[in-house]
């Protein structure tokens, strides 16, 4: 499986953009790039997902490099409630999510 | 609900019972997953489900560990002979397609087990 590399940490104050980065370098061509959050005692949830194009959506917006073997996750204006360990995750041939040890973001009043 | 929903969400057993972990994943989902998270861990994948396929089982730690899913929908993972490196969050997935056509996975709250 593509493996994707995170920083452990990040921190940012509340209501300033929050930029995630993630390596991919051994992506491959029919990859999908998701990414998903755990909040506290939480089960994931989904934030967003792309393949080629940058997309965005209500909860964040996804930059992917032209040459696709990074991405960024951009939290437009970081609230209290976005503190949880984010995920970036390659979907591979398989239909499964293999999940790594993520990004904690803490976000300071 | 129309979520993801997982019973029991804290279970405590004796080393060396058998537990059934369920999960009634959102209706219509085809596929279904099982993951599980050790303290201040990753998720680890367990199994998955996807419409009459057979299980991709690639993730069970060992041969205590099955899981099964009747008619489609419901699942029930059983740990039998629980050992305390059992302790950890259950978590169930399930998505309306399989990932590989980039399909949003919907987890539930989870199923604490303590074995004692």
Request: contains cysteine; negative net charge; proline residues 4%.
């Amino acid at each position: 499986d593509a493996k994707t590399t995170q920083p452990n940490s990040m921190e940012s104050n509340e209501e300033e953009p929050v930029h995630l980065p993630c390596n991919h370098s051994t992506i491959s061509g029919t990859d999908y790039i998701h990414w998903y959050r755990q909040l506290p005692s939480q089960g994931p949830e989904y934030v967003i997902h792309g393949l080629t194009s940058n997309v965005n959506n209500r909860m964040a917006s996804l930059a992917i490099a032209e040459d696709r073997k990074s991405s960024t996750l951009i939290l437009h204006r970081a609230t209290l409630r976005d503190a949880a360990v984010y995920y970036c995750i390659l979907g591979h041939n398989t239909d499964k999510l293999i999940f790594g040890t993520g990004t904690r973001l803490q976000v300071f009043p | 609900g129309a979520g993801v929903s997982q019973s029991p969400s804290n279970k405590v057993t004796e080393k060396g019972k058998d537990v059934e972990l369920r999960c009634d994943p959102i209706s219509g989902h085809t596929a279904l997953y099982w993951y599980r998270q050790s303290l201040g861990q990753g998720l680890e994948f367990l199994i998955y489900f996807q419409g009459n396929s057979a299980p991709d089982k690639s993730g069970l730690p060992s041969d205590r560990f099955s899981a099964e899913r009747t008619g489609g929908s419901v699942s029930t993972l059983t740990i039998q002979r629980t050992q305390q490196e059992d302790s950890a969050v259950y978590l169930c997935a399930s998505s309306l397609r399989g990932l590989a056509m980039a399909g949003e996975l919907f987890f539930g709250e989870g199923s604490r087990l303590t074995v004692l």
